[in-house]
């Protein structure tokens, strides 16, 4: 399982909120909300990737193995994996050559303001990042203006993008 042997999907700009038993993905747009479990499933054989699959995704890249559990800025594989011409002007270059896409959709601040279009692309994962206080999910950040791909822990209650995972049935 894991990018490897499965096919990546965008979905829109999602929040997660934290009830009880399940999470729920809240477009941040205009659209229906769709319940998710603990484990990130969505319909079946559809799920949030997990911190793993990213990982598993930069490895397959051409990220060093050294660097994958760093939080922050970490490797110089960002431009294999944006897609080129969206992103506002910088030095850095775009390939997409791994055609994996990511665009920089920017994010929803917790007042609801779309911010950083064109700047940013930040993606959830599944993978809850252990604090007792709030929920916080591990997540990737590609700038516009960097080689290096974020992964970070933020609040659940910012809205990010997500790439779905369907696993391979074989």
């Known amino acids: 399982s894991g990018p490897a042997a499965s096919a990546i999907a965008s979905a829109t700009l999602v929040t997660i909120e934290d009830t009880n038993s399940q ?14 479990t603990r484990d990130g499933r969505l319909r079946t054989g559809w799920r949030i990737p997990t911190d793993k699959d990213w ?10 193995a050294d660097l994958l559990e760093n939080i922050g800025g970490r490797g110089v594989i960002a431009g294999f994996l944006k897609e080129a011409g969206l992103w506002d002007p ?64 933020l609040s659940a209650n910012n809205g990010y993008s997500c790439r779905c995972v369907q696993d391979s049935t074989q």
Do not use: C
């Open 55 to 64: 990982q598993e995704l930069e490895i397959i890249s051409g990220m060093s």
């Open 23 to 36: 999470r729920k993905l809240r477009p941040s747009r205009a659209g229906a909300t769709v319940s998710v």
């Open 90 to 153: 910088s030095g850095e270059s775009s390939t997409n050559s791994t055609g994996f896409s990511v665009r920089p959709g920017g994010v929803r601040s917790t007042n609801g303001e779309f911010t950083v279009l064109k700047q940013y692309g930040d993606f959830w994962t599944s993978t809850v990042y252990d604090n007792p206080y709030s929920l916080y999910l591990w997540n990737r950040h590609f700038y516009y203006n960097s080689p290096e791909i974020g992964r970070n822990y």
